[in-house]
Each structure stands twice: as structure tokens, then as C-alpha cells.
């Protein structure tokens, strides 16, 4: 099968937008990972899958798969992207829709667009995360170490750790298979779809942050939702 797609850039993480033929099954995880292959295949960060029959109340529908194949809730530069590409045929406002729910969607300039991922969510629920109550902080034994972190959500579950230092902090999966997660996607357990950062406040300057994807392949320079 041969396939159209075109390769865009939000913010530093790299999509891949096609548009889905009608009628066809979607694409298997190999596929994806396939796909995802910065060798073989085309490469990218995610993959923004545009469905041929529009939504009962929207402009389009999309579906989000990781490079390992995994398929998530959300992914805000994707989101962008798809904006910025559907625009000349939309219009510069769109409404896009996805497992999360409906995008409203601004194209600003040829370079530039906005979405609007609605208000983030802290529930341990809304993750889905699994505590006995909402805090600000969780604490999790990380190989004998104890990790502080935050929890919240944007359509998809995002971790976000403390440190002293951004540059010099350790960056691994680790972490990824000690918090429990449940991916609204498939029901299971683990956090292929989660995105961390690690982060350091100054009084003398704004907040850095160093955004680990788990799913498409480690750091990366923004998280879906920046």
C-alpha cells in the first residue's frame, strides 16, 4: 500500500500526519514502529492519524500513536501541526477531535498556531494514576532512592520530577515501570503513553525543564503538551 504523509515539526518534536484511507483497519504497533524507525522508516516522535469520516460535531478526528506503536490519548505539537496543515482546506479556527475530546484550534500565521487542551486536570483519576488521594506531591522508591513528583493531566498523563539541576539530572525508564498508570486506550497497566520532565524553579529566572517521553524513544525537546 502506498501512502501519502507529510513529515512537520512542533516545537522541537517530530510528527508524522497521514491521512487515514477510508475503510482500512488501523495500523498495526509493527507498523508503527516500523514507521517510527529514524533508519528505516520515516522517523518521528508521534504519529498524528487523520480518520476519513469527519466527527458528528468537529472538523476531524485524530488518533495518536507513539513510535513504539503504543496508541495515546493526546499530543498538543501534533495537534498544532495537524491545524497548521488542514487550515487552507478548514479555515485558520478548527475544531479536531480526538479519544481526549474535542481541540479547539488557531492558526495564527504560516508558522505559528495555538490549541486550547482545556484545563489541567490533577485528579489521580483523571490520569489515570493510582493513589489513595489528590496531593501536590507523591513520592515513589525509585531503585532505593525516593523520587518527589507531580501528577497531571492534559489528555495525557504527564510525571513531573524536581531536581537541583536540569542538565545533570539522570534521565531512564526506570521510573516508568514503578508508576502506576492505566491507559484509557487499552486498559492496561504501565506508562508507555506518560511523559515526564524534570524541572528546576529559580527565584532569578523561569522554570527549566528536560521532557522524557516514554514511547518515543527518551528525551525530547518538548512535551506534547508545551
Known amino acids: 500500500m502506498k501512502l501519502a504523509f507529510t513529515k512537520m515539526n512542533g516545537l522541537g518534536n517530530d510528527i508524522m500526519v ?44 485524530y488518533r495518536v500513536f507513539n513510535a513504539d506503536g503504543g496508541e495515546v490519548q493526546q499530543c498538543g505539537n501534533g495537534v498544532r501541526c495537524v491545524a497548521s496543515l488542514l487550515a487552507p482546506r478548514f479555515g485558520s479556527e478548527l475544531t479536531l477531535v480526538s479519544p481526549a475530546g474535542a481541540v479547539a484550534a488557531k492558526v495564527l500565521s504560516a508558522d505559528r498556531a495555538s490549541v486550547d487542551l482545556g484545563m489541567p486536570d490533577f485528579r489521580p483519576a483523571a490520569l489515570p494514576f493510582l493513589a489513595p488521594a489528590e496531593r501536590d506531591r507523591y513520592r515513589l522508591d525509585v531503585g532505593g532512592r525516593a523520587v518527589e513528583f507531580g501528577a ?28 502506576s498508570c492505566r491507559s484509557r486506550a487499552t486498559g492496561e497497566f504501565g506508562c508507555a503513553s506518560t511523559n515526564a520532565a524534570r524541572a528546576r524553579r529559580s527565584r532569578a529566572a523561569p522554570a527549566r525543564r528536560r521532557p522524557l517521553r516514554w514511547g518515543s524513544g527518551g528525551v525530547s525537546l518538548a512535551p506534547t503538551s508545551s
Open 152 to 179: 497531571v493531566s492534559m489528555g495525557n498523563p504527564h510525571v513531573v520530577i524536581p531536581v537541583e539541576s536540569v542538565d545533570a539530572a539522570p534521565v531512564g525508564t526506570r521510573a516508568s515501570t514503578s508508576v
Open 18 to 61: 497521514v491521512e487515514w484511507p477510508k475503510g482500512r483497519p488501523p495500523p498495526t504497533p509493527e507498523l508503527v514502529r516500523r514507521w517510527g524507525d529514524r533508519r528505516r522508516g520515516v522517523g518521528f516522535d508521534q504519529l498524528m492519524l487523520l480518520e476519513s469520516e469527519p466527527p458528528s460535531s468537529g472538523d476531524v478526528s
